[in-house]
């Protein structure tokens, strides 16, 4: 994968969008929560149902493990799937308390916390990335539907490969950066939602230029 390019691409969103400041929490088991519940739904549906768990005083693993899994459900509702949800995030807070939560996770290394988090029931890569990226800082790229969206569009021809051969081989064109990988992944959604849709506005987009979808073609930059 090309390094320059990459790197024009967003140095291209960061002119357009600006900083992202992501992700949108207080604190980092907040960031796990909601990288749990956004699976398959809008932001502004797990604001609702954080806010939801902050109210009952459930924002907490051990609170979150004392309830019931129908209260956890209902709380959680506005998310969508919420008995498919609560499941989840209950496995996700059985294991962290389990490992010692934060104090004792903090200082597993990347690969071991990774593994970990994947063999946790409902916690998929892109999940797991979610929270390693912005709960536990390490440098590890997210790839959801966006980016496949997003370089597909620009040409890469392997933007539709398995999941870990495009995160690898993201992450060794542009080296091991925390700071740049949060700012990336959280521009690339962004433009994804406002300008490259599912029925992309091309002329609103500073990619145009460099974009194969939009001159029609297949080949790449990459």
Known sequence: MNKQRLHEIFR??????GPQHWWPARDRFE?????????NTAWVNVERAIEALERA??????A???????????LIRPSGYFNVKAARLK???????AKGGWQKLRHWPTGRLR?????VHGIGPETADDIILYAFERPVFVVDAY???LLGRLGHTRAQAPYDDLRTAIETA?????TLYNEYHALIVTHAKHVCRPKPLCGQCELKRGCAFQKGKGSSDF
Do not use: F, N
Not at 12 to 17: E, G, P, R, W
Not at 91 to 97: D, G
Not at 174 to 178: A, Q, R
């Open 12 to 17: 291209s969103l960061y002119k357009t969008h």
């Open 31 to 39: 960031v796990m929560v909601g990288a749990v519940l956004t699976q």
């Open 57 to 62: 005083g459930a924002l907490d693993p051990h």
């Open 64 to 74: 979150i493990l004392d309830l019931s899994d129908a209260r956890l459900a209902r």
């Open 91 to 97: 496995s996700l807070c059985r294991w962290y308390v």
């Open 115 to 119: 593994e970990a988090l994947l063999s």
């Open 147 to 149: 980016t496949r969206r």
């Open 174 to 178: 542009l080296g091991p950066d925390t």
